[in-house]
């Protein structure tokens, strides 16, 4: 049975890279239903896809869960980001079902207007050299590279997955600098354009903040990735939000199903039938004369 959501949001899956989860998000999108589905940028990565074409079936799978989804009645709408930034010039039209948009505005069940946008136009890395930028994701590709035979060492030795790509991007003090302006950056953003907050993807860094949370009542929320921490953004029918780690959600799920044992449930009641049985025919009973 399918997981309920009022809106989902996910961003930064880049598909088309060998780093893609793409496997797990396909997994992660057959347990969800919902009514709007908010993809945050930089979904199909079209710089690496220019490069090097790489589309296994892993990711076709994904393009068709987006797509029966659509086709379910799901609201989905994509925000182009830096990576799929060829997708903007098609901003206002829609594909099986899919709309593009560069910016958009949602309002939650509690009556929380909130930003939604990729947030590259806030890098200022992406928006004045970028050649940079771009030297920095073929960097980036090398070091997720590397996380895959980090983690195969890992799994040998039955140790849990471990991000060696994020742990090291943590421990760069440039890099947590980046991260802090980026997320200021935002906040300012959504102040000045009248909105209660923001939600982003672009930095593949995990985060929610509430308004009592945030920079000056904002509200901030980053979706994060689907190439290292696998994370969704959900919101409830109340209105709330939630930061979800996709894998350990899909794990609980799972051990939840494996524990039902039909020996556990409630008996079926003993309820009499409301109308007389048919009188069932006795051997020698018959009217044909045979015994």
């Not at 199909?44 to 090097?52: A, Y």
């Not at 200022?124 to 920095?136: E, F």
């Not at 980053?222 to 029918?237: P, R, Y």
């Not at 799920?253 to 009499?272: F, G, H, K, Q, T």
Request: hydrophobic share 40%.
């Amino acid at each position: 049975m399918r997981a309920r959501f009022r809106t989902v949001w996910i961003s930064d899956c880049h598909l088309g890279t060998a780093g893609c989860r793409a496997e797990d998000l396909s997994r992660w999108l057959k347990q969800v239903d919902c009514d709007r589905l908010y993809l945050v940028g930089d979904v199909i990565d079209m710089w690496r896809l220019r490069q090097r074409w790489y589309w296994p079936p892993e990711h076709n799978r994904v393009i068709r869960r987006l797509l029966k989804l659509a086709h379910r009645g799901t609201e989905i709408t994509y925000l182009p980001g830096n990576h799929d930034d060829a997708a903007r010039q098609f901003d206002g039209m829609e594909f099986g079902g899919i709309r593009i948009r560069l910016n958009a505005l949602h309002e939650t069940a509690g009556g929380l207007q909130l930003l939604v946008t990729h947030g590259d136009q806030f890098d200022l890395v992406v928006r004045h050299a970028p050649g940079v930028a771009k030297l920095g994701a073929i960097g980036y590709g090398a070091l997720l590279r590397a996380n895959r035979w980090w983690n195969l060492a890992r799994s040998a030795f039955g140790l849990p997955y471990h991000s060696l790509a994020r742990t090291i991007k943590l421990k760069v003090k440039s890099a947590c600098t980046f991260v802090s302006r980026f997320e200021e950056a935002l906040a300012t953003e959504a102040r000045r354009g009248g909105f209660d907050g923001v939600i982003c993807g672009h930095i593949h860094k995990a985060d929610l903040r509430t308004p009592a949370e945030g920079s000056d009542g904002i509200l901030y929320a980053n979706c994060g990735d689907w190439v290292e921490t696998c994370s969704a953004l959900v919101e409830h029918d109340d209105g709330r939000l939630e930061l979800i780690d996709a894998l350990a959600w899909l794990d609980e799920r799972a051990a939840i199903a494996a524990s039902l044992d039909l020996d556990d449930v409630e008996a079926w009641p003993s309820i009499p039938m409301p109308l007389p049985l048919p009188v069932p025919i006795r051997a020698g009973r018959r009217g044909d004369g045979r015994a």
